[in-house]
Nanobody, 125 residues
Framework: QVQLVESGGDSVQSGGSLRLSCEAT????????MGWFRRAPGKEREGVAA???????LYADSVQGRFTISRDSAANKVYLQMDNLQPEDTAMYYC???????????????????WGRGTQVTVSS
Protein backbone atom coordinates (compact mmCIF):
# COMPACT_ATOMS: atom_id res chain seq x y z
CA GLN A 1 0.00 0.00 0.00
CA VAL A 2 1.01 3.57 -0.70
CA GLN A 3 -0.22 6.45 1.44
CA LEU A 4 -0.37 9.96 0.02
CA VAL A 5 -0.74 13.21 1.95
CA GLU A 6 -1.28 16.53 0.18
CA SER A 7 -0.73 20.02 1.51
CA GLY A 8 -0.56 23.59 0.28
CA GLY A 9 -4.15 24.28 -0.72
CA ASP A 10 -5.49 27.73 0.08
CA SER A 11 -7.73 30.56 -1.07
CA VAL A 12 -6.14 33.07 -3.45
CA GLN A 13 -7.22 35.78 -5.82
CA SER A 14 -7.19 35.47 -9.57
CA GLY A 15 -3.64 35.76 -10.92
CA GLY A 16 -2.11 34.43 -7.75
CA SER A 17 0.14 31.42 -7.19
CA LEU A 18 0.18 28.34 -4.99
CA ARG A 19 2.48 25.38 -4.56
CA LEU A 20 0.97 22.04 -3.67
CA SER A 21 3.02 19.29 -2.08
CA CYS A 22 2.45 15.57 -1.74
CA GLU A 23 4.46 13.00 0.17
CA ALA A 24 4.20 9.28 -0.47
CA THR A 25 4.91 6.74 2.24
CA UNK A 26 4.50 3.02 2.59
CA UNK A 27 5.44 0.66 -0.20
CA UNK A 28 6.47 3.45 -2.56
CA UNK A 29 9.02 2.91 -5.31
CA UNK A 30 11.00 5.82 -6.71
CA UNK A 31 10.24 4.57 -10.20
CA UNK A 32 6.49 5.03 -9.84
CA UNK A 33 4.65 7.75 -11.70
CA MET A 34 3.27 10.56 -9.50
CA GLY A 35 0.68 13.10 -10.50
CA TRP A 36 -2.20 15.40 -9.72
CA PHE A 37 -5.89 15.31 -10.55
CA ARG A 38 -8.62 17.73 -9.50
CA ARG A 39 -12.37 17.74 -9.04
CA ALA A 40 -14.38 20.91 -9.27
CA PRO A 41 -17.86 21.10 -7.72
CA GLY A 42 -20.35 19.25 -9.91
CA LYS A 43 -17.69 17.95 -12.29
CA GLU A 44 -15.79 14.74 -12.87
CA ARG A 45 -12.26 14.26 -11.60
CA GLU A 46 -9.83 15.43 -14.27
CA GLY A 47 -6.13 15.01 -14.79
CA VAL A 48 -3.86 18.01 -14.23
CA ALA A 49 -0.29 16.78 -14.52
CA ALA A 50 1.88 13.71 -14.03
CA UNK A 51 5.59 12.99 -14.05
CA UNK A 52 7.93 10.04 -14.15
CA UNK A 53 11.10 9.85 -12.14
CA UNK A 54 13.03 10.36 -15.36
CA UNK A 55 11.51 13.73 -16.25
CA UNK A 56 8.73 12.79 -18.63
CA UNK A 57 5.77 15.06 -17.92
CA LEU A 58 2.12 15.24 -18.93
CA TYR A 59 -0.09 18.31 -18.62
CA ALA A 60 -3.73 19.03 -19.25
CA ASP A 61 -4.23 21.60 -21.99
CA SER A 62 -6.05 23.85 -19.54
CA VAL A 63 -2.98 24.24 -17.30
CA GLN A 64 -0.16 24.02 -19.83
CA GLY A 65 2.16 27.00 -19.38
CA ARG A 66 0.71 27.94 -15.98
CA PHE A 67 1.32 24.84 -13.86
CA THR A 68 4.60 22.99 -13.36
CA ILE A 69 5.00 19.55 -11.84
CA SER A 70 8.23 18.53 -10.19
CA ARG A 71 9.49 15.59 -8.17
CA ASP A 72 11.94 14.90 -5.40
CA SER A 73 12.21 11.21 -6.08
CA ALA A 74 14.68 10.62 -3.27
CA ALA A 75 12.07 11.87 -0.81
CA ASN A 76 9.07 10.41 -2.65
CA LYS A 77 7.52 13.84 -3.02
CA VAL A 78 5.77 15.57 -5.87
CA TYR A 79 4.95 19.24 -6.19
CA LEU A 80 2.59 21.31 -8.32
CA GLN A 81 3.54 24.94 -8.84
CA MET A 82 0.42 26.79 -9.96
CA ASP A 83 0.82 30.28 -11.39
CA ASN A 84 -1.71 32.72 -12.84
CA LEU A 85 -4.52 30.91 -11.09
CA GLN A 86 -8.01 31.47 -12.42
CA PRO A 87 -11.45 30.91 -10.85
CA GLU A 88 -11.90 27.84 -13.06
CA ASP A 89 -8.94 26.26 -11.25
CA THR A 90 -11.03 26.10 -8.07
CA ALA A 91 -11.19 22.44 -7.09
CA MET A 92 -10.08 19.77 -4.69
CA TYR A 93 -6.63 18.66 -5.84
CA TYR A 94 -5.63 15.02 -5.39
CA CYS A 95 -2.20 13.46 -5.46
CA UNK A 96 -1.99 10.11 -7.18
CA UNK A 97 0.47 7.32 -7.92
CA UNK A 98 0.64 4.84 -10.75
CA UNK A 99 2.81 1.80 -10.13
CA UNK A 100 4.60 1.93 -13.45
CA UNK A 101 7.73 3.34 -14.98
CA UNK A 102 5.66 5.46 -17.35
CA UNK A 103 2.65 7.62 -16.63
CA UNK A 104 -0.72 6.56 -18.02
CA UNK A 105 -2.61 9.27 -19.91
CA UNK A 106 -4.20 11.77 -17.57
CA UNK A 107 -7.35 11.87 -19.64
CA UNK A 108 -8.80 9.34 -17.21
CA UNK A 109 -8.06 7.84 -13.81
CA UNK A 110 -7.34 4.43 -15.35
CA UNK A 111 -3.97 3.21 -14.17
CA UNK A 112 -3.79 5.48 -11.15
CA UNK A 113 -4.35 3.23 -8.18
CA UNK A 114 -3.42 5.27 -5.14
CA TRP A 115 -4.99 8.54 -4.05
CA GLY A 116 -4.62 11.11 -1.32
CA ARG A 117 -7.53 12.78 0.44
CA GLY A 118 -7.07 16.04 -1.39
CA THR A 119 -6.28 19.66 -0.67
CA GLN A 120 -8.69 22.47 -1.52
CA VAL A 121 -7.74 25.30 -3.86
CA THR A 122 -10.14 28.22 -4.16
CA VAL A 123 -9.54 31.08 -6.58
CA SER A 124 -11.67 34.20 -6.36
CA SER A 125 -12.07 36.78 -9.11
Amino acid sequence: QVQLVESGGDSVQSGGSLRLSCEATGYMERSYCMGWFRRAPGKEREGVAAATRFGSELYADSVQGRFTISRDSAANKVYLQMDNLQPEDTAMYYCTVSTGWTCPPITSTVGYGYWGRGTQVTVSS
